[in-house]
């Protein structure tokens, strides 16, 4: 059992710190491309997770960092066959009005030869309040992704669509390493290591969606001026995520550390270096 709860403990984490890093948009929300183990298993699991994060980030369309400290609670249930569900709620509460966000998932993931993990999922979001916070406006998305495991490092692609304002298309591919070790302060806990390093991959449209056509046209015609193409799918970030996991019985801690290296185009366009973290209680009954 506690080798699953690891996996779907990992799984949560990287589901929340999705959704809170959504607004670094180059990365995007789909950070679950990082899960590292999925295993088969015999019995249906339930988890409740509350996080807090304090990002801070360059929005893409102001020429200053924004703070964007919120609170979030995600329930989730994963069914021995491999289906899984969650839902999600997010707020920010330093925000000058009632600003948060919903996002409900539905998806399945299975094992197979031993090597190989997938997940498929998808996702219906829901943003309201002060749009400074928000990342990519979209409220459908499709995820597909694929992972290899060895002993000690995992290699994950995954590819997802958002589809809102515009539609944008990513890809991820990733390399982890895994450094688990069971029993370590008592008999029923685990501590979980998973350093990973992430290029991101994606079409532009949401570098230019809040904009008016016209302003839309003048700031293409700028990245055109300065060497660079648009309206193309192209290499947009470097990413680094560090989740520190601890866990006894039921009850876990975590801690996940994120910092991005836009693209050179990006930056042309005043992004700058993202970082953020976030900590998580997760809770998993039994039943």
């Known amino acids: 059992m506690y080798t699953v709860l690891k996996s779907t403990i990992l799984l949560v984490l990287i589901l929340s710190t999705g959704n809170l890093f959504a607004q670094t948009a180059e990365n995007n929300q789909n950070i679950d491309s990082t899960i590292n183990e999925i295993y088969d298993f015999d019995f249906n699991l339930l988890m409740i997770n509350l996080s807090f994060t304090n990002n801070n980030i360059k929005h893409k369309n102001l ?38 966000e919903t996002e409900f998932k539905l998806g399945y993931q299975y094992s197979f030869l031993n090597v190989f993990d997938a997940d498929f999922n998808y996702t219906y979001h829901h943003f309201d309040g002060n749009l400074d916070y928000e990342g990519i406006s979209y409220n459908h998305s499709l995820n597909a992704s694929l992972t290899a495991n060895s002993k000690y490092l995992s290699l994950n692609t995954d590819a997802y669509s958002l589809h809102g304002l515009t539609d944008n298309y990513f890809l991820d591919i990733s390399l982890s390493v895994n450094i688990d070790i069971d029993a370590l302060l008592h008999e029923n806990d685990f501590f979980l290591f998973n350093p990973s390093i992430m290029s991101s991959f994606g079409s532009d449209d949401w570098v230019f969606e809040d904009f008016t056509p016209m302003q839309g046209k003048g700031r293409r015609r700028f990245l055109s001026n300065q060497g660079y193409q648009t309206d193309k799918f192209e290499y947009q970030s470097l990413g680094f995520y560090v989740p520190v996991i601890y866990s006894l019985n039921n009850f876990s801690i975590s801690f996940s550390w994120f910092y991005s290296i836009p693209s050179n185009k990006l930056k042309a366009i005043n992004w700058e270096d993202q970082s953020g973290y976030l900590v998580s209680l997760i809770y998993s009954p039994n039943f």
């Open 63 to 100: 020429d200053k960092n924004i703070k964007m400290p919120a609170y979030t609670a995600d329930l989730s249930f994963y069914h021995k066959s491999g289906a899984w569900a969650s839902v999600a709620y997010t707020d920010y509460f330093e925000a000058d009005i009632s600003t948060y």
